[in-house]
């Protein structure tokens, strides 16, 4: 089980670090992805981290947001900096212990996820 948090409401230009619990399973060797639907728009890729290394940024959060893990707590972060109003929707995570690289992005390769967390961005 997926446990996404840590979204909010915030003002341009601030940060946020959302959190991504699993619990009943560990996410080493796990390929995780987060992703984000905004209002009237389809799900979309914003980060991923893959099975044994490497990680992977949409082109809106490439230099902006940092994915990142920490095994120990089991849970894999994702640090959103200079947030913009665009970047306003329900962020998701996910997890698939077969995704290959050339599948980060894609929502259909993971077979579990997270209920989502509302990112907020206004002034």
């Known amino acids: 089980q997926l446990q996404a948090s840590g979204g909010g409401v915030v003002q341009p230009g601030e940060s946020l670090r959302l959190s991504c619990a699993a619990s009943g399973r560990t996410l080493r060797g796990v390929a995780v992805g987060w992703f984000r639907q905004a209002p009237g728009k389809e799900r979309e890729f914003v980060a991923a981290s893959g099975r044994t290394s490497g990680t992977y940024y949409s082109k809106s959060g490439q230099g902006r947001f940092t994915i990142s893990r920490d095994n120990a707590k089991n849970t894999v972060y994702l640090q959103l900096n200079s947030l913009k109003p665009e970047d306003t929707a329900v962020y998701y995570c996910?997890?698939?212990?077969?995704?290959?690289?050339?599948?980060?992005?894609?929502?259909?390769?993971?077979?579990?996820w997270g209920q989502g967390t509302q990112v907020t961005v206004s002034s």
């Open positions: 996910a997890a698939g212990a077969s995704v290959i690289t050339s599948s980060l992005s894609n929502q259909d390769a993971y077979a579990n």
